[in-house]
């Protein structure tokens, strides 16, 4: 196995609501990572994770919540999102050192 | 982290090679160039690195210049699938998996037919 799968492939939520965003692989990578990306411009880092720990924070509003239950699943966690949040959530993993990134499909969110 | 230059856009005909250019004169000893395609409604792809060495791989070669300071993504023989936008970026060696991956605005290929 491959591939980095993200599901849901789309989401629309109200700005009250809770929601969760899921990353699974199996390829045995130990980082996994969060991307935010706008319409028209390049994916933006939010979250690092390697070996189940939270490693990197870009300084993300709280109101998105990065989990990692084990090695192979990697969450974020959605409360009182506002509409400039819509956009491409995309997962990536690797196994570190020099290697690529694998990046999943991505969630597309919308807030309303 | 050590930024690269890119054209916004590039031009191509379908079934002739495209050589996509990337600046990264601020590079250091220790990074590596990995380039990364998007194509539309898609998560990046992956698609080449090196560190000195010209590589090649089924999807596209690499060549880095000798300083080091710029390199050359070629695709031998453009398709309309190869239409997409092509990222550039340095990453440093992380041995404890917590390198960033930071992506530029990239240089758009459109490949006419």
């Known amino acids: 196995d491959t591939e980095v799968t993200q599901t849901p492939k789309h989401l629309v939520m109200g700005m009250t609501n809770k929601k969760s965003l899921k990353c699974e692989q199996h390829?045995?990578?130990?980082?996994m990572y969060w991307y935010k990306q706008k319409a028209k411009k390049p994916p933006e880092l939010m979250f690092v994770?390697?070996?189940?720990?939270?490693?990197i924070n870009e300084s993300v509003p709280s109101r998105f919540s990065p989990e990692c239950p084990n090695s192979s699943l990697l969450n974020l966690h959605l409360h009182a999102l506002q509409p400039e949040d819509s956009a491409l959530y995309l997962c990536?993993?690797?196994?570190?050192?020099?290697?690529?990134?694998?990046f999943g499909s991505g969630t597309r969110l919308t807030v309303v | 982290d050590a930024k690269t230059t890119q054209p916004n856009s590039m031009e191509s005909n379908e079934e002739e090679p495209v050589h996509l250019p990337c600046n990264h004169s601020t590079i250091s000893g220790t990074d590596y160039i990995h380039w990364y395609r998007q194509l539309p409604s898609q998560g990046p792809e992956y698609v080449i690195h090196g560190l000195t060495s010209n590589v090649n791989n089924r999807m596209a070669s690499l060549a880095i210049a000798e300083d080091r300071k710029s390199s050359t993504l070629i695709l031998h023989r453009a398709t309309l699938r190869d239409a997409a936008v092509y990222y550039c970026i340095l990453r440093g060696y992380f041995s404890g998996n917590t390198g960033k991956l930071i992506f530029g605005q990239g240089t758009t290929l459109q490949v006419k037919p």
């Open positions: 390829m045995g990578h130990r980082a």
């Open positions: 994770y390697s070996y189940e720990k939270l490693s």
């Open positions: 990536a993993s690797s196994q570190g050192g020099s290697y690529g990134y694998t």
